[in-house]
């Protein structure tokens, strides 16, 4: 777990689409959905949850598409000492299919050109006070 005198970073959430997006933020609990709307950011601090560990952004396209099991972007994260690793999935189907996702900073890249995830792990690592920012379209 993160010391608590330990800066932490944030996972932030860019809508670059042209239509508004939807996202909860998941660990032991669901938070309230949040509507990003073209432009808007949605920012979280690094946090670590005590019953399941890591947190996953869970985004949609369609308003309470995580209770219609709507096609979904995961953004999860896991604070583990002094790194976050994190990783990029889609489930249900892909709600960004044919737009640009992206995720920096990213070594090796997690970027797709098309909206669909590439075959292989996404999963990567970055210091914890560093953001880590997903990009949509």
């Not at 309230?32 to 399941?52: A, I, M, V």
Request: charged letters at 15%.
């Amino acid at each position: 777990m993160a010391a608590s005198n330990q800066t932490v970073g944030s996972a932030i959430v860019i809508n670059q689409c042209f239509s508004p997006v939807y996202l909860w933020s998941v660990d032991a609990l669901v938070s309230p959905q949040q509507t990003l709307f073209p432009g808007d950011n949605y920012t979280e601090t690094f946090r670590r949850d005590q019953k399941t560990g890591g947190v996953a952004i869970k985004i949609t396209t369609v308003p309470d598409g995580l209770y219609e099991s709507a096609p979904q972007t995961v953004f999860a994260y896991n604070l583990v000492d002094s790194c976050v690793w994190y990783d990029l999935s889609d489930v249900f189907g892909d709600p960004f299919s044919g737009e640009v996702v992206e995720i920096l900073p990213a070594n090796p890249a997690i970027y797709w050109g098309n909206g669909v995830p590439p075959a292989g792990s996404q999963v990567r690592t970055r210091p914890a006070e560093e953001d880590i920012i997903l990009f949509l379209c």
